[in-house]
């Protein structure tokens, strides 16, 4: 089992960054592969960036790619979602979730194990 925390989330203008945290514990060893997801009110949840924690993988949905990044760092027991250029689209829940089983995916049906998610409210 894994826990996973978000932090960082708040409210930013158009244009802005915000870096967004997942501190994970538990059966940290069985990772396969971590990712970044949001749903916004009256919408899917999507997958917004994903990497297996070899970094050999990584996934951006087109809407992000360029200002978004996915990066971990295991001294810390932390993976972080930079968003740069943020766009009042990008409004939503953003959860972190872990995958323990190959192959990569981007379903978010695939992964197992979910933070509990933290708001992100981008303003005009």
């Known amino acids: 089992q894994v826990q996973l925390v978000e932090s960082g989330g708040g409210l930013v203008q158009a244009g802005g960054s915000l870096r967004l945290s997942c501190a994970f514990s538990?059966?940290?060893?069985?990772?396969?592969?971590m990712g970044w997801f949001r749903q916004a009110p009256g919408k899917e949840r999507e997958t917004v960036a994903a990497a297996t924690w070899s970094s050999s993988r990584t996934f951006y949905t087109d809407s992000v790619k360029g200002r978004f990044t996915i990066s971990r760092d295991n001294a810390k027991n932390t993976v972080y979602l930079q968003m740069n250029s943020l766009k009042p689209e990008d409004t939503a829940v953003y959860y972190c979730a872990t995958d323990e089983q190959w192959p990569f995916s981007t379903d978010t049906k695939k992964y197992d194990y979910w933070g509990q998610g933290t708001q992100v409210t981008v303003s005009s």
């Open positions: 538990g059966r940290t060893y069985s990772i396969y592969a």
